[in-house]
C-alpha cells in the first residue's frame, strides 16, 4: 500500500467551509456598503440646506375649540382633585392632632398609675416589713406553731425577710417536716435568677 493510499482525502469539507467564508465576505460586503450609502444621503441633504438657507419655521394654527374646551375640562377635572387632596390632607392633620392629644393623655395617665402603683408597692411593702417585725418579736415557740400553720410558701416568705437568729429560732420550733419545707423553699427562691 502507498501512503496516498491510507490518507483519505478531505476536499467536501474544504469547500463547504470556503462557501461559508465567501458568505460571510459577501455580507460583510454589503453592510459596508449600506452604510456608506446612507451616510452619502445625509450629505447631500446637509449640501441641499447649506445652498438654499434654512427652512422658513412651521406655523401652527389657532388650536380648535374642541382641543380649548378638551383642555378646560382638564383643568377643571384637576381643581376638583387638588380641592379633594386639600381636603383629605386637613383630615389628617385633624386626626393627626386628635391622636397626639390621645398620647398625651395615655402618657399622663400612665404615670398617674405609675405613681398609684409605686405607692401601693411601698405600702404592701411597709406592711410586710411591719408584720415580719411582729413574728420576730414574738416568742419562738408561738411563732413556730403559727408558721407551721401557715401554706409553706407564706411562711418562707416571712422567714427570708427576718434576721437570721430569729428565723432560725421559729424554724427549730416547728415540726420537723414542716421546716424541711420552708427550707427547700427558701433554698430554690433565687434558683430561676439566670446566672450569666
Same mark, same amino acid.
Given at each position: 500500500m502507498t501512503a496516498a493510499a491510507t490518507v483519505p482525502r478531505r476536499t467536501g469539507r474544504r469547500s463547504a467551509g470556503?462557501?461559508?467564508?465567501?458568505?460571510l465576505a459577501l455580507f460583510l460586503a454589503s453592510s459596508g456598503a449600506l452604510r456608506l450609502g446612507s451616510g452619502l444621503g445625509g450629505a447631500f441633504a446637509r @449640501?441641499?440646506?447649506? @445652498?438654499?438657507?434654512p427652512a422658513p419655521p412651521l406655523e401652527c394654527p389657532l388650536p380648535p375649540a374642541a382641543l380649548?374646551?378638551?383642555?378646560?375640562?382638564?383643568? #377643571? +377635572?384637576?381643581?376638583?382633585?387638588?380641592?379633594?387632596?386639600? #381636603?383629605r390632607q386637613a383630615a389628617?392633620?385633624?386626626? =393627626? @392632632?386628635?391622636v397626639a392629644g390621645r398620647i398625651e393623655a395615655l402618657e399622663a395617665a400612665e404615670s398617674r398609675l405609675a405613681a398609684t402603683l409605686e405607692r401601693a408597692d411601698g405600702a404592701a411593702e411597709a406592711d410586710l416589713a411591719r408584720l415580719t417585725e411582729v413574728y420576730e418579736s414574738m416568742k419562738p415557740k408561738v411563732a413556730a406553731g403559727?408558721?407551721?400553720?401557715?401554706?409553706? =410558701?407564706?411562711?418562707?416568705?416571712?422567714?427570708? +425577710?427576718? +434576721?437570721? #437568729?430569729?428565723?432560725?429560732?421559729?424554724?427549730?420550733?416547728? @415540726?420537723?417536716e414542716a421546716a424541711y419545707t420552708v427550707s427547700a423553699l427558701l433554698a430554690a427562691r433565687h434558683s430561676d435568677v439566670p446566672r450569666n
Open positions: 470556503r462557501g461559508a467564508l465567501v458568505i @449640501t441641499a440646506e447649506t @445652498t438654499a438657507g380649548l374646551e378638551a383642555l378646560q375640562e382638564r383643568e #377643571d +377635572r384637576i381643581s376638583v382633585q387638588e380641592a379633594a387632596l386639600a #381636603d389628617v392633620n385633624l386626626a =393627626e @392632632t386628635a403559727l408558721f407551721s400553720a401557715m401554706a409553706p =410558701e407564706f411562711a418562707s416568705g416571712f422567714l427570708g +425577710r427576718m +434576721r437570721p #437568729d430569729a428565723a432560725a429560732a421559729i424554724l427549730s420550733g416547728m @415540726t420537723p
